[in-house]
């Protein structure tokens, strides 16, 4: 159907006054939503086809300004018809902001000004309350103002804000000559004699604006509009260009000697692909959404064309485009802000802010003839550096470390454009590779110059591995950031690590840190250990066989090599062992020190794995982690020493007896023969002193009072976790009910120690990740989930129904897939059988898979949770009914059919915050 023009819209109205607002409203909405719905699904369909997100968003713009020219001539016409206008009664209608740039996205805001000669008239109030009305009948958002040209300009002399939006001020209709008026003043009164202060503020402001959206461009949830490297820097990037160089188009940028005309083509792709993307995104939602969220990832991919190729799926090669491209903006404003500095229209300490934390130092000269101190930064003495000796490309940012001095945005200009000069000969230049392994070794700051050598385009040429995971995404929850920049992010880590700033959080890593050895073997593996993420092969493996090739190149020993090799094929082993095994299970800590083998690489591969989680995004390390680690550290380090992981049962049960009878001096020796009497040996093996003692005083305590079933909880800051002690009577479903009654409260459980007495009580630990900072807080949810425990298990509450009122009341969207998978095995354990189960996560997932085991008549010995992002994996010790292990095949494949079936029922379950 062809779309009904303005003036169609207008005639239909007819010819006679109408006079009545409510009666103009009436007639005139409906026809104007109309209009609106067909403009809108007219440039979706130019979206869809062409791809292009400027041609939508000017032709969204175009159809906007018809519509508002539209109601302002009914409301003139029918409403208040002006015969002779005076003086007073001229108006021009003006578009600001974002719509004054001629780009409007589905959702976005419509900004006018309503510019009079002077001061209000009853006519011009009354014509600009008539179109309001009707633009907010349609439900569009309306930002306005009605201001005469004094006020615009007296307004936008002490208000950022109105500056900018005037700055981009677009005339739609009206009287034209005071629009003029406006834009002459404006431009010699205020543009023409504060440049500095525009520049300064509107950098300060995109500091406040990328804080507050996500510091890096590398989130992995980007911020379309707002986030670093969005459409907002782009917008800046112009407003500080036409502010300083008087400019009217963008265009005009490259004549102002801004950009070269590569440099402006680069600017104009950039803005097209954000304003595609952007426009899909509204339209696919059908709001103003501007955060690229995982759910809309897949769906943006797919409405662009994206295909899956090369190991990556459409959606990881959606973002990897979208990340190269924000990387594109960064680049642009490095070249804004260099030239604006050498108009010393910018203050130096914004330039220091946005190009890298370091130290500064005054005057002095480098080495060598190419490369001066200009300003207290490095830059190249001349053009032909690079081409003259391309080890400058590395020698550039080597400098950078050993001086600890920022890099001139000129010479990092220079060398993005020299990148063609990084081949097969500078790759194998032993110099080159002796400064890039000096850089990544440095104990300086390699992490600010890594990421600058990564954003100027060196190191993923230097070394063409790295380059394949530039700006690729892990479609996930768990990774907050691109592999590119985790990897550099790990480096700081380890850096912060070595230098002792985190001996509080990670005392351990702190403490071996300058017993280890093969120091340059740790970064380099640090720095490699998902350099093989994306590919088809599983990426530790892949990630070794790089680690071999680049070792020698970077001028490795072959022993070196080797370690690198191991560290990052085995990257993975510490912390899946430690969040996922049972510690005190002497099979656990054998196995894992059968591939240690030295205490060396014990070492190594502890500090690795604290730098891989803390370097995966915020919240990711917990000191719940940081406690599992140095468990699993202390008990392999016992046998590494020559120790033994099974040493006679029976004495460590007997010294672990007479340690807490020492600690109960005013025990009866009746009384605490009777007590040890209840626990069986794998009690006193697995628990530690501090716990034994506590627990005999609980359990003395309820007995004393009564109390079959009672709890006890206490919290921990520094491991960042909550324990409960539960005592009740034993019974299959016992730990079912727990997590159901944990998951119906809010508590996430991590871990859950399981114990049963030789009078059949069961005496469980439970422990759940903190929900609050504060020990006040915190305590108050302990005692509301023990009170819920208590409830459940006395029976005064039907748990199935409390856990089914929590799960969430309708279906969420399908954003990731997570097939489920069970896992049976019996050489991980002496005495239980190990499942392990992984899947999508859920709220009340933990209690699903315990009622299932229950029903399956399973003992639970001991439980281990672990949640990456949307992927839960959950690990339970368990026997049969007899106290044996599973061993026979129809009952391994009923249980794992009957696991299976858990995930079968919500498979398109959104991953949410676990609840238990």
Not at 1 to 7: G, K, R, W
Not at 192 to 197: F, G, I, M, R
Not at 252 to 266: I, R
Not at 803 to 808: A, F, H, L, W, Y
Request: glycine share 6%; net charge neutral; charged share 30%.
């Amino acid at each position: 159907m062809p779309l009904q023009t303005p003036d169609a819209i207008l005639t239909a109205l007819g010819d006679k006054p109408l006079r009545d607002a409510g009666e103009l409203r009436a007639r005139l909405v409906p026809e104007l939503k109309l209009y609106l719905e067909e403009g809108r699904a007219r440039g979706e369909q130019q979206l869809l086809d062409a791809q292009d997100g400027l041609v939508c968003a000017k032709y969204l713009s175009t159809h906007m300004d018809d519509l508002v020219q539209l109601v302002h001539d009914a409301v003139v016409r029918h409403l208040y018809p002006a015969e002779n206008p005076s003086s007073g009664e001229r108006i021009a209608v003006v578009a600001t902001g974002g719509y004054g740039r001629g780009t409007l996205a589905p959702g976005s805001d419509v900004d006018l000004l309503f510019l009079l000669p002077y001061k209000q008239t009853a006519w011009s109030e009354s014509v600009v309350e008539g179109i309001l009305y009707v633009l907010w009948d349609l439900k569009l958002k309306v930002g306005h103002a009605t201001r005469s040209v004094e006020d615009c300009i007296r307004e936008s002399r002490a208000d950022m804000t109105i500056r900018t939006a005037l700055l981009e001020a677009r005339f739609l209709f009206g009287d034209k000559a005071l629009f003029d008026d406006l834009v002459q003043r404006f431009d010699k009164e205020i543009v023409a004699t504060s440049a500095a202060e525009f520049v300064d503020a509107k950098l300060k402001e995109r500091d406040a604006r990328v804080a507050k959206a996500g510091a890096s461009r590398y989130l992995v949830e980007p911020n379309v509009k707002d986030g670093k490297g969005g459409l907002r820097d782009l917008n800046t990037l112009f407003w500080i260009g036409k502010y300083v160089y008087q400019v009217k188009k963008p265009k005009e940028l490259v004549k102002a000697g801004l950009f070269t005309p590569e440099e402006f083509k680069l600017f104009q792709r950039c803005e097209e692909f954000l304003w595609r993307v952007r426009c899909h995104m509204h339209f696919a939602t059908g709001r103003a959404e501007e955060r690229l969220t995982f759910d809309l990832q897949r769906v943006i991919a797919e409405r662009i064309g994206f295909t899956p190729r090369s190991g990556l799926s459409s959606v990881e090669r959606f973002m990897k485009a979208y990340f190269l491209i924000a990387k594109d903006v960064g680049d642009l404003t490095a070249i804004v802000c260099a030239e604006l500095e050498a108009r010393q229209t910018k203050k130096r300490p914004m330039l220091d802010r946005m190009l890298g934390r370091f130290r500064r130092r005054r005057g002095g000269a480098l080495a060598g003839n190419d490369f001066i101190i200009d300003n207290n930064r490095i830059n190249v003495k001349n053009e032909d550096v690079f081409g003259r000796d391309p080890v400058n490309l590395i020698r550039l940012f080597w400098l950078a470390d050993k001086h600890n001095l920022a890099i001139h945005p000129d010479a990092t200009r220079l060398a993005t454009r020299s990148l063609k000069l990084i081949g097969q000969n500078l790759r194998r230049d032993p110099e080159a590779n002796k400064l890039f392994l000096d850089i990544i070794t440095s104990k300086n700051a390699p992490e600010v110059v890594l990421r600058h050598m990564n954003e100027a385009g060196v190191l993923g040429r230097f070394i063409p591995d790295f380059g394949r995971i530039v700006a690729m995404m892990q479609f996930n929850m768990y990774h907050h950031y691109t592999v590119d920049e985790h990897l550099i992010r790990s480096i700081g880590v380890l850096t912060e690590i070595e230098a002792g700033q985190l001996g509080g959080e990670h005392p351990l890593a702190h403490q071996i840190f300058s017993t280890i050895k093969n120091r340059r073997a740790l970064y380099v593996a640090v720095f490699l250990h998902d350099i093989a993420k994306g590919r088809p092969e599983d990426h530790s493996t892949a990630g070794a066989a790089i680690a071999r090739k680049l070792g020698p190149r970077f001028g490795l020993t072959d022993a070196e090599t080797d370690t690198v090799a191991w560290l990052v094929e085995h990257h993975l082993l510490m912390s899946n062992t430690a969040q996922s095994r049972d510690l005190s299970d002497p099979s656990t800590i054998k196995s894992f020190a059968d591939v240690v083998q030295t205490m060396e690489r014990l070492k190594l591969l502890l500090v690795l794995t604290i730098a891989d989680i803390k370097a995966v995004g915020p919240g990711t390390w917990t000191g719940w982690k940081g406690q599992l680690l140095r468990t699993l550290y202390y008990e392999t380090e016992v046998l590494l020493g020559g120790g033994a992981a099974d040493v006679a049962r029976s004495d460590r049960v007997r010294f672990a007896q007479e340690q807490l009878r020492t600690a109960l001096p005013d025990w009866s020796d009746a009384e605490f023969e009777q007590y040890a009497a209840r626990h069986t040996p794998a009690y006193w093996l697995k628990t530690d002193d501090e716990r034994r003692v506590k627990q005999a005083h609980f359990v003395r305590a309820a007995e004393r009072d009564g109390r079959t079933v009672t709890t006890c909880y206490e919290t921990d800051h520094f491991r960042g976790v909550t324990e409960l002690t539960v005592l009740s009577p034993d019974h299959p479903r016992l730990l079912a009910i727990v997590t159901g009654a944990c998951a119906a409260a809010g508590g996430n459980i991590v871990d859950a120690q399981i114990f049963t007495t030789t009078d059949g009580m069961a005496l469980d630990t439970i422990v759940l990740s903190r929900a609050f900072d504060r020990d006040e807080d915190e305590l108050r949810r302990a005692e509301r989930v023990a009170k819920a425990i208590e409830r459940a298990l006395k029976g005064e509450v039907k748990i199935a129904d409390l856990v089914e009122s929590k799960r969430p009341s309708k279906p969420p969207s399908r954003a990731f897939n997570v097939p489920p998978e069970v896992i049976i095995d019996n050489s991980l354990s002496s005495r239980q059988t190990v499942i392990e189960i992984s899947g999508l996560d859920r709220p009340g997932l933990l209690y699903d898979l315990t009622t299932a085991l229950g029903k399956l008549n399973l003992n639970i010995a001991s439980a281990h949770i672990v949640t990456f992002g949307e992927k839960a994996v959950d690990v339970f010790y368990v026997t049969d009914l007899t106290g044996t292990k599973v061993t026979h095949a129809g009952r391994q494949a009923t249980i794992r059919r009957t696991l299976l079936d858990v995930f079968k029922t919500e498979e398109a379950e959104q991953p949410q915050k676990r609840s238990a």
